[in-house]
T-cell receptor, first 108, second 115 residues
Framework: GIQVEQSPPDLILQEGANSTLRCNFS?????LQWFHQNPWGQLINLFY???GTKQNGRLSATTVATERYSLLYISSSQTTDSGVYFC??????????FGAGTRLFVKA | EPEVTQTPSHQVTQMGQEVILRCVPI?????FYWYRQILGQKVEFLVS????????KSEIFDDQFSVERPDGSNFTLKIRSTKLEDSAMYFC?????????????FGPGTRLTVL
């Protein structure tokens, strides 16, 4: 089956810093989503981005489907950005496969 | 924005007991999913459901598990005889379209603790 790898596994930032999270996948995908899991365990949709670039406030994402990777950019990080960031892919079936996540901690 | 809701938010049960986890999908969504996340681990697909049938299930979804849409609104996951290793967060998700053609929206989860 498809492999989804995220890097880095852990990231500590000072408030105000920028960061880039990466998601590599081993096969063609129909769909890629980025999620933020907050400290209460809720999965928040960030982007549905099978290809191209999208922006939402301080967050933006780019997926290069032909090269099988996606990037999530966080600018001017805030303490509320802390949590785990997951990418999840669908290869045309019914299941969505999650990566192991990047655990982000933003220090005040 | 419409939301997927799940009840209960936390369930504690004794090993061997049956539990039913409930989800109310977004109203115009037709495709429903259950996922599981063991503490500190990645989110794992359990099952997808459309038109009152399972469309795909993972190897985790064994005979202990079942899903149904009993009343046209709720979507339920039943675990017949819980085991310690069933302790996890269970997420319901729904989408308008299948096979990744649209965003999956996740509920807030039910944290299941099996003692």
């Amino acid at each position: 089956g498809i492999q989804v790898e995220q890097s880095p596994p852990d990231l500590i930032l000072q408030e105000g810093a920028n960061s880039t999270l990466r998601c590599n996948f081993s096969d063609s995908v129909n769909n890629l989503q980025w999620f933020h899991q907050n400290p209460w365990g809720q999965l928040i949709n960030l982007f549905y981005i099978p290809s191209g670039t999208k922006q939402n406030g301080r967050l933006s994402a780019t997926t290069v489907a032909t090269e099988r990777y996606s990037l999530l950019y966080i600018s001017s990080s805030q303490t509320t950005d802390s949590g785990v960031y997951f990418c999840a892919v669908n290869t045309g079936g019914f299941k969505t496969i999650f990566g192991a996540g990047t655990r982000l901690f933003v220090k005040a | 924005e419409p939301e997927v809701t799940q009840t209960p938010s936390h369930q504690v049960t004794q090993m061997g007991q049956e539990v039913i986890l409930r989800c109310v999908p977004i109203s115009n969504h037709l495709y429903f999913y259950w996922y599981r996340q063991i503490l500190g681990q990645k989110v794992e697909f359990l099952v997808s459901f459309y038109n009152n049938e399972i469309s795909e299930k993972s190897e985790i979804f064994d005979d202990q598990f079942s899903v149904e849409r009993p009343d046209g609104s709720n979507f339920t996951l039943k675990i017949r005889s819980t085991k310690l290793e069933d302790s996890a967060m269970y997420f319901c998700a729904t989408s308008r379209l299948d096979r990744g053609k649209d965003t999956q929206y996740f509920g807030p989860g039910t944290r299941l603790t099996v003692l």
